[in-house]
C-alpha cells in the first residue's frame, strides 16, 4: 500500500492565503499594515536566496518587506543598533535575523536583543521558555509547519506516540515541546540514542529533522506511521547528468512510502510551510501588537 503524500506545497498555499486575508482584513478595518524586517549579514548564497524569497512571499501576501543587507564585516554593535532601531518601529511587526551569522558575531546575543514580542522566528530564550512552559508565544516557523500539517492530517494527535529525531534548537526541542503540547507521547532520539530503528518502529509520528541523507528507511517505520521529513540534502545524481544534483529529505522516501500511512516529500512538504508560518507569525505579532484578535489557525 502507499501513503498518502501531504502536499506541503498546497497546503503552505492555504496558509498564505488565510495571512492574506487577514492583512487585508487588518488594513480595511484598522488602516494597519503588517510589516516584517529581515535582518542579513554577509554574502552566504543560500541565505540570500532565502531573504529573497522570503521578500517576495511578504509583499505577495500584502505585508511591508523591510530588507537590511550589511557586509560580513559589520561590527556587532552596528547589527544590535540596527535591531534597537526595528524594536522601536512601529510599523515592523515582525524581525528576522537569518542565521549563521559571521563568525565574529555572538548569535545568541544578537538573537535574544530581538523584542520578543517581534521575534517571528521564536528563537528567542523568552519565547523558548513561554514554548517549553506551554504558554502563548512565537513558535519556531519550521515546527510550526510541521505541527499544522499533522493536525490537518490527523484531528487530534492526543495519545499518539511521537518520535523526533533531532534535537536541535530550531526544530528538534521545540517540534518535541509542540507534540506535548498535543499530548502526544514525545520521544526525543539524536546522535546518541541506541538502536534508532527500533525506537522508531514504536512511533505513529515519526519527525525527522537531522540533515543525513535517506537515512531512515522503510523498515524502521510502523505501517500507517505518519511521516514528516525536514531534512534537506543536496546529493549528486548522476543520473540526471554529469555534475547534477538534486535534494533529498532525511528518509528514504522511496521504501518509507510503501509503509507509511502518510508522508511529506521532499521537495514540497515542510520547506513552504516554514515560509508559509514566517507570514502567519508576523501577522499573529501585528494583531498581538495592536491588541486585535488572532487570526484563526495560524498559531498554537
Ligand atoms: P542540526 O545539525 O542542528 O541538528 C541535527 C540533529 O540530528 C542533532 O540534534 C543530532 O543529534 C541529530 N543527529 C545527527 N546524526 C544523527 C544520527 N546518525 N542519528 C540520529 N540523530 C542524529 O540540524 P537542524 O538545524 O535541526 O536541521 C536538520 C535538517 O532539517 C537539516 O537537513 C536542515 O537542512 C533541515 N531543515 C529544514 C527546514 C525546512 O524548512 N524544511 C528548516 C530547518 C532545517
Redesign the pocket.
Known sequence: MSAEIIDGKAFAAKVRAKVASHVARLKADHDIQPGLAVVLVGEDPASQVYVRSKGKMTVEVGMNSYEHKLAADTPEADVLALIERLNNDADVHGILVQLPLPDHMNEDLVVNAVDPAKDVDGFSISNVGLLATGQKTMVP??PL?CLMMLREHHGSLSGLDAVV????????KPMAALLLGDSCTVTI?????KD?PDVVRRADIVV?????AE?VLGDWIKPGATVID????RIDAPERGEGKTRLV??VDFDSAVDVAGAITP?PG???P???ACLLANTVTACSRANGLKEPEGLTV
Open positions: 516557523c519550521t509547519g529525531i533531532g534535537r536541535s534548537n530550531i526544530v528538534g532520539a539524536h546522535s546518541r540514542t534508532l525527522a529533522a537531522v540533515g543525513r537515512m525536514v531534512g534537506i540534502n529529505g532525511d521532499v512538504g515542510v520547506g510551510m516554514t515560509i
